[in-house]
Each structure stands twice: as structure tokens, then as C-alpha cells.
């Protein structure tokens, strides 16, 4: 039922509310609603993609709680599913209130949708009572406090989540416009001119909130510098530092003349481009994934559904590795600033690079846990290893004892 009024009803009620706008308004109107809904919009997306990436995870055996360092009140992919589909739910229903309060006229109800709506999420979040998954929620804010401060030692679940953050950056940049024009007053303000506006396109808190992942990022590779001395952490330090310039050198086409930023800054950009494209391209497939040798994909200890379909197929290496450098081209183009007006094209290249992040996902969490298997096997090896030494001593010494 929930769904029959999801994707059959609301969508009428959302073009018949736009139709009855004037063509002038219809184009900002709808900029400003993609801008209040896309990041809630796409957080869920990337929601149903973590519940399939866990329910292979189950098929094909594989103890991701152990990876992760999970508790037994861990999320199953059916409970991540359950919440997406709340989430499928709420977040297009909010979005069609606030089409249709608007072009009936009640702005002011209309203006109070995306407020209400984003103070839900955070309630839902923060609340402290045993409810919404306590436990799991209090992971994830655990998680993410050890991520924005790396004052210990970095477990896997912190660098794999900023890594997932990383992908996101753009849904937090659209996030923290929402959130300044709540706080000003600006929601349901189509007359608003976005250049002069303090959350407009020239305010610098947008470059400032794009590049903060890839700063977390940093320091926790620093972080492990720090505690093992491999130099390995300073090259991948050095990879989230090449988004830096590609996030900057394009926030300064609000701030120079375009004949500078033509001849100069836009050159520098594009060059700062293609190196973060390549070097994240290059890490993907040779550190992260392992893939320099081109090894199996999907080698659990149990092959089961799709890592058995997948095992061996070369095609699977050939698609991943091309869709990986193409994606990572069109995120690298996204990180800049000065195409954040084209919001269908932003919202399919963010899709888009969720959608690669989705694939990371299953190298990833492979590599690591081959590592993990390899260990237990090595470590056993070394354990009967030890065990037969003592036993072949013992009868060694045996020989010797007097009757």
C-alpha cells in the first residue's frame, strides 16, 4: 500500500503541482526543491545499495560483523532495507507536500516541510533511547566522530566509511546549503538572487564543506603513518590531496574575472583533474582491490550465488575496471564548482559515483577479507607447525631417558 502511494500517487500530485506554477518561476522553483531533497534523496539511494551490498555478503558467507568489529545487534540487510524503505517513503512524500502547499499559495506551510522534515532525520539519528537501532546508530556516530578526529589508532571501519564519505562529499555540500537557508529564512523564496546570497554560489563554506572528507581522509592515513611508519599511508595521503586544488582552483570562478579564469585557472584545474582521476584510479585497482595481478573476484571462502556466477569471468575485471575509470572521471569533473548549477546532471554523476562506490564496496571488503583468511590459515599452519616440533621433541627426548 505504502508503495502503490509512493510511486503511483505522489509523482501525479508533484506534476500536477508544478503545472500549475507560471513558466517564469517553474525552473528556480524546482532548483531550489532539488536542493533541499537531493541530499536526503540520495542518501537513501546509497541506503539500498549498503543493504545489497550486505545481503551478498550473506550469501556468499562472509563475516563482515568480524571486518567491520560489530556487535551481535549489527544491522542485517533486511533491517538496512526496512529503513530505506521508510526513508523511499518519507522523503519524496515531504518533497510533494511541499509542491503542492506552494503552488496552492501557503508558503509559509510549504517553507516548514524540508524544516520538519530534516529535523526528523536528526531526531531519528541522535535520539538516546532504545529505539531506531540504538546500538547501530550509536556505531555510526562513534565511527564518525573517530573520523572527523584520528586521535587513535585507525580501525578498518573508520577509513572504510570516510572512504564512503568521500563519495558523498557532494551530497554534504548540498546539505549544508539547506541548512544555511533554513537558518536565514530563505526556504520557499524563489525571488532570492543566488549570486548575493550568503548561501549563494560565491560562499566559501561550499569548497570548505566539499573538501572535508578528503581532509579526514588525510589524516587518517597520516594517523597510520604515525603508528606503523609504512610509507605506503603517506602515497595514499597523497592521493585525497590531489581533490584539493580540483575543489579550490574551481570555487575561484566566483571570485576572478572569467578572462583570468578562462586563461589561467581553468587550464589549472583540468590538469588537477586528470592527476586526482588517474592516481585515485591507479589506487583503486592496485591497493585497494588488489587487482595488480588481476586475482579472482569474489574469492570467499564459500562461493555461493554471485560470487560463484562471477569467479573467473574476465568480462567482470573489464567491467569493472572500465566503468571505474569513467565514473572516476565524471566525479573528479562534479567536484567543481562551477557546474553546480546543471542539477540533473549533478544528481546523475552523484548517483552515478554511488554506484561505483557500490562496486568499490565488494573488492574492498574481498581484499580485506582474503587478508583475514589468509592470516587464520598462516596462523594455523604455525600453530600444528609448533605443535608437531614439541611432539617430535619430546620423543627425541623420550629415546633418552633411562628404563
Not at 509542491?99 to 520538519?116: H, I, N, T
Not at 570467499?300 to 572521471?329: D, E, Q, T
Request: aromatic content about 18%; hydrophobic content about 50%; proline content about 3%.
Amino acid at each position: 500500500m505504502c508503495y502503490c502511494l509512493s510511486f503511483g500517487v505522489l509523482p501525479v500530485a508533484s506534476w500536477d503541482s508544478v503545472k500549475r506554477m507560471s513558466v517564469n518561476l517553474r525552473d528556480l522553483f524546482l532548483y531550489e526543491a532539488f536542493l533541499y531533497y537531493n541530499p536526503l534523496l540520495l542518501v537513501t539511494i546509497m541506503v539500498w545499495l549498503w543493504g545489497i551490498n550486505l545481503w551478498v555478503f550473506a550469501q556468499a558467507n562472509v563475516n563482515f560483523p568480524k571486518i567491520f568489529d560489530l556487535d551481535q545487534n549489527h544491522l542485517s540487510h533486511t533491517q538496512i532495507w526496512k529503513c530505506a524503505t521508510w526513508m523511499t517513503i518519507i522523503v519524496p512524500t515531504s518533497m510533494t507536500a511541499y509542491l503542492y502547499l506552494y503552488s496552492s499559495g501557503e508558503v509559509s506551510l510549504a517553507a516548514s516541510q524540508p524544516v520538519l522534515l530534516y529535523a526528523a532525520f536528526a531526531m531519528a539519528l541522535l535520539c538516546p533511547f532504545h529505539i531506531f537501532y540504538l546500538s547501530s546508530r550509536y556505531f555510526l556516530l562513534r565511527t564518525l566522530w573517530r573520523i572527523v578526529f584520528p586521535l587513535q589508532a585507525i580501525a578498518f571501519a573508520d577509513f572504510f566509511l570516510a572512504d564512503i564519505l568521500t563519495s558523498m562529499s557532494k551530497v554534504f555540500s548540498d546539505l549544508e546549503r539547506s541548512v544555511c537557508r533554513m537558518v536565514h529564512r530563505q526556504v520557499a523564496t524563489i525571488a532570492w538572487f543566488e549570486g548575493d546570497s550568503v548561501c549563494g554560489s560565491h560562499s566559501v563554506a561550499i569548497p570548505i564543506v566539499l573538501v572535508l572528507p578528503y581532509l579526514f581522509r588525510l589524516f587518517q592515513c597520516l594517523r597510520q603513518y604515525k603508528d606503523t611508519r609504512d610509507k605506503t599511508s603517506l602515497f595514499n595521503a597523497l592521493k585525497y590531496s590531489t581533490a584539493v586544488p580540483v575543489i579550490f582552483v574551481s570555487a575561484l570562478q566566483y571570485h576572478v574575472f572569467p578572462d583570468k579564469w578562462v586563461n589561467l585557472y581553468r587550464p589549472l584545474w583540468l590538469v588537477s583533474a586528470v592527476v586526482n582521476c588517474l592516481y585515485s584510479f591507479y589506487w583503486d585497482l592496485t591497493r585497494d582491490w588488489d587487482l595488480s595481478c588481476f586475482t579472482v573476484v569474489f574469492k570467499f571462502n564459500k562461493p555461493h550465488i554471485l560470487s560463484h556466477c562471477l569467479y573467473g569471468r574476465k568480462w567482470v575485471y573489464f567491467w569493472v575496471i572500465g566503468s571505474n575509470l569513467i565514473l572516476r572521471c565524471t566525479w573528479t569533473y562534479k567536484l567543481s564548482a562551477h557546474l553546480r548549477h546543471n542539477y540533473l546532471t549533478v544528481f546523475t554523476i552523484t548517483a552515478l559515483e554511488m554506484f561505483r562506490r557500490f562496486q568499490w564496496v565488494f573488492f574492498r571488503v574481498e581484499n580485506e577479507w582474503n587478508k583475514i583468511s589468509n592470516n587464520k590459515s598462516s596462523n594455523t599452519q604455525l600453530y600444528l607447525g609448533d605443535q608437531q616440533d614439541k611432539e617430535e621433541e619430546f620423543l627425541i627426548n623420550s629415546n633418552g631417558h633411562n628404563v
